[in-house]
C-alpha cells in the first residue's frame, strides 16, 4: 500500500505562475511532512517542512498547506522561476517509523 | 560546514559481486539514513542508523546492510548483486532523526551489469 500518494507526475507553468503539488497520506501517525527539490545529478535538498500542528507554513516563495482531517498537504510555489525547474518530493514520517516519499512531480517552467 | 560526502560517485560491479557504499554525514549530525532511488520504484527509504544502532528499516531484502562508525560515518553493503539493484543510493544525515531537517549527499550511481 502506497503511504503517500502525490499529483501531478509532471507540471508545466509559465514563468510568474502559481506551481501546486498535492500529497495524500495514509497513516495518522505522521508527524513530519517535508519538501524536497531535486536539480538532475544532484540529491534532494529539503525546501520547506510542516508538523501537523500547523495548517500552513511560508517560507519565501514556497507554501506548504496541511489539511490534517483529509490526511492532505500540498506544495505552492508563487512566482515560479525557470530556475524552479525540477522534481519535486512529498515525504512522511514519524518517529521509530520508515521514511515514505512520494513519487515525484517534475516541474518545467516555461520563460 | 561540509556538507554529506557519498564515495565513491559512480560503481560498476559485476552480478553477484558484493559492494559496499559509504557516506560522512555533517559533523555533529548523528542520524544517517539511506535511500535507493530508481526510475520505476523512485525514493525508496532503506534504513537509519543512530549512534552506532540500526533505529528504522524498510523493506528491503538482507542482501541490503549497514553500519555505523563511532565518528557517525556509516557504510551500506549489497552482497550478491542482482541486475535490479541498480540505483542511484543516498544518503542523509541529520541532527536528530527521521523526523528532523536531512541533508542528502549527491549520491552513488551504481551499475550492476
Known sequence: QQQVKQ???SLIVQKGGISIINCAYENTAFDYFPWYQQFPGKGPALLI???PDVSEKKEGRFTISFNKSAKQFSLHIMDSQPGDSATYFCAATTTG???YFGTGTSLTVIP | KAG???TPRYL????GQQVTL???PISGHRSVSW?????GQGLQFLFEYFSETQRNKGNFPGRFSGRQFSNSRSEMNVSTLELGDS???LCASSAQGLSTEAFFGQGTRLTVV
Open chain 1, 7 to 9: 499529483s501531478p507526475q
Open chain 2, 35 to 39: 535511500y535507493q532511488q530508481t526510475p
Open chain 2, 87 to 89: 540505483a542511484l543510493y
Open chain 1, 49 to 51: 517542512a510542516i508538523r
Open chain 2, 12 to 15: 560498476i560491479k559485476t552480478r
Open chain 2, 22 to 24: 559509504s557516506c560522512s
Open chain 1, 97 to 99: 517509523n520508515q521514511f
Open chain 2, 4 to 6: 554529506v560526502t557519498q
